[in-house]
């Protein structure tokens, strides 16, 4: 999960600089058209076949989170070339805290008095990040919040399908439903790489789906609730890369806001673990 972590961050690297050249749309177009073909290899050699994990019985719920995926990359990609790797990761780790806060009307789960703590403090992390007296970026700080919000709202679609879809057919479906909507609003912003820059594509494709098969194999062997927090790696490679690379601005106030933030993030995921293992002894004792 570290390396998957870590390769998604170097591919937010190659992302901005090739959206910097050629626009976000071509680059998450050509992104999505590899990525397509990796689920539909990989779906192929899953049991079943690919007739088998493509089957659904909530085609829209899988359609509107593939699509709330591909908005927020899109969101992602703009905000890198708008406020930098940096003012966007600082911004975009509160997504968990924004899931756990999602979780209770959407989900029906109960977020106890700390985990509540946990998250307002973390959204008093994120106040200060933004620092709308001192931040060079100004009102474009809210791209990534709104990334933010949107990753937070395709997870929740994601748990939701999980009840009745595997995660073959969910990763199927986000693949298969991203190429489409990409290639329907390519031809609106559309300017093909040239020259070497197709190799920079090249790099980013195969990073991205290294990525993604990291991370399968890491869902393979541990629970998800496990491996979230090594997430944290992905936006500490992403925002180490536009501070080393691009030069991107830092601030104390967004150091000290992002330490706030994901402190809090990882004691959200520890409190969850403690409270499943909590339902799991008493389900156990019950059972008994």
Known sequence: MIGAAVTFGIQDGLSRFLAEGYGPISVITIRYWFFLLFVLAFSATRPG????????????????????LVSQICTALYGFTIVGLVGFQVIFASYPLI??????????????WRRWLAITAGFGGVALALDPRGSPFGPQMIIPLLGAIQFAGYAILTRIASRTDSAETS???????????????????????????WLWML??????????????KALDKA???????????????????????????VTQAMLTGAAIIIAAGLFTFWRERVRSKQEESVAGTASE
């Open 49 to 68: 076949g690919l007739k088998h994990v493509a089957g659904t019985t909530r085609p829209w719920l899988q359609t509107l989170r593939a699509l709330l």
């Open 99 to 112: 899931i756990a806060a999602l979780s209770v009307p959407f989900l029906g789960e109960r977020v106890g």
């Open 171 to 197: 990763f199927f479906w986000t693949g298969m439903v991203g190429a489409i909507a990409m290639s329907l609003i390519a031809p609106l912003a559309w300017t093909p790489p040239h020259g070497t820059d």
């Open 203 to 216: 790099l980013l494709c195969l990073f991205g789906t290294a990525a993604h098969f990291m991370m399968i």
């Open 223 to 249: 629970e998800a609730s496990v491996l979230q927090p090594f997430s944290y790696f992905g936006i500490a490679t992403s925002a180490t890369i536009g501070f080393v690379v691009f030069d991107d601005p």
